[in-house]
């Protein structure tokens, strides 16, 4: 399915806007790991309160765009393309979902309308965590939170119930430590009597946590497909201009091969994130088996083609002030950070023993 002139004009406003922070812009950070916070804050700033993709899937009446995942992935595809971190996957996708189904709407609408006018950012605890609540404080670890730092409240699930906590009020935490990609840091929330809100009680919330994470991980196969596309792109600028015995190398065989798998590799998995997004939600589909099969494919597309744009690129490839070691770092991250191959893998294998994969 081709995409609609609107998602075509949103494309090349994205591009536009993260020109500037891409590697070789102007305010691309070589050193994320330095001042990588602040540098993601200026992006995202920019995102929500020019171009408002805050609220893309959020529905009308709530401040929002009313668009759905098929809109949020082209975000997260020139996110990835641009190498830019910020927590649209977290807030926008993983946050606005759960919130959309929560039956309790009073807390739930307010934290959407905060999301949807770019005034907070919400992100969930996803991993495994133990948390116990009493008289409305809340003390435990929570694992797997993305983009923590740069979030404002995270929701959580404990006894049945989904509850929210300030991360910026008394007995919250965030411990961070450095992972793979210098500009994606592994987080998590240490809460001790820390006060908490309950956002929904009525409804089903491991299902929300389900569906938003389903959503979640096609959001960040769309990343990697845009980080995977960059560095093709950056391929197919080098070869042509780097010379070797008076010829520039993108007229050998070899290396014409390899940019053509390259280039069908990436394709493949843009047509696969894009209509999975479309399909995603609608009657009929295993929602859970298609995030895993196109996160599977699109997570091993980028770590392959990123890692041939290394060497493709030759000495200066391996070099730390050259970008193309990023993208690898960026794909490698996506594939580990919020889940894992192993763990979609799982999914797979548990729906083909219960007949249930189509």
């Not at 899937?57 to 949020?72: M, Q, R």
């Not at 996708?93 to 919130?99: C, D, E, I, P």
């Not at 008076?246 to 007229?251: D, H, N, Q, T, V």
């Not at 990023?326 to 996506?334: D, E, L, M, P, Q």
Request: glycine fraction near 10%; charged fraction near 15%; include cysteine.
């Amino acid at each position: 399915m081709n995409s609609t002139p609107e998602q075509l004009e949103l494309v090349s406003t994205l591009q536009s806007a993260l020109r500037d922070f891409a590697p070789g812009g102007a305010r691309w950070e070589s050193d994320p790991a330095a001042s990588g916070r602040a540098h993601r804050g200026e992006a995202w700033s920019l995102l929500a309160s020019q171009l408002g993709v805050t609220g893309f899937t959020i529905a009308d009446e709530l401040g929002g765009v009313g668009g759905d995942l098929s809109d949020a992935v082209l975000v997260m595809r020139e996110l990835g393309r641009a190498l830019v971190q910020v927590p649209f996957a977290a807030s926008t996708v993983f946050a606005a979902s759960v919130l959309t189904g929560a039956a309790d709407a009073g807390v739930g609408n307010s934290l959407l309308r905060s999301i949807a006018a770019g005034t907070a950012v919400v992100t969930v605890a996803d991993g495994p965590h133990t948390v116990t609540i009493a008289d409305g404080l809340a003390t435990g670890e929570l694992g797997r939170v993305l983009s923590a730092t740069e979030a404002d409240v995270v929701l959580f699930a404990s006894a049945g119930a989904l509850w929210s906590a300030d991360l910026h009020g008394r007995g919250a935490a965030i411990v961070t430590v450095a992972g793979i990609d210098p500009g994606w840091p592994v987080s998590q929330v240490s809460l001790s009597a820390a006060l908490v809100q309950p956002v929904s009680t009525g409804a089903d919330v491991d299902a929300l946590l389900r569906r938003g994470r389903f959503a979640t991980v096609l959001a960040l196969s769309a990343e990697a497909v845009g980080v995977a596309d960059a560095a093709l792109r950056a391929t197919l600028e080098f070869v042509a201009m780097r010379v070797q015995f008076g010829e520039p190398i993108g007229s050998f065989q070899a290396v014409q091969h390899a940019c053509a798998d390259m280039f069908v590799s990436v394709e493949t998995a843009g047509a696969l994130s894009r209509e999975s997004a479309i399909a995603f939600g609608q009657s009929g589909v295993d929602e859970q088996a298609l995030a895993a099969t196109t996160f599977l494919y699109c997570t091993s597309v980028a770590l392959a083609v990123t890692g041939s744009a290394i060497q493709l690129h030759g000495g200066i490839g391996f070099t730390w002030e050259h970008p193309a070691h990023r993208y690898f770092k960026r794909a490698a991250a996506i594939e580990s950070m919020f889940t894992t191959p192993d763990e979609q893998r799982m999914v797979l294998q548990l729906a083909l023993l219960e007949g249930t994969l189509s």
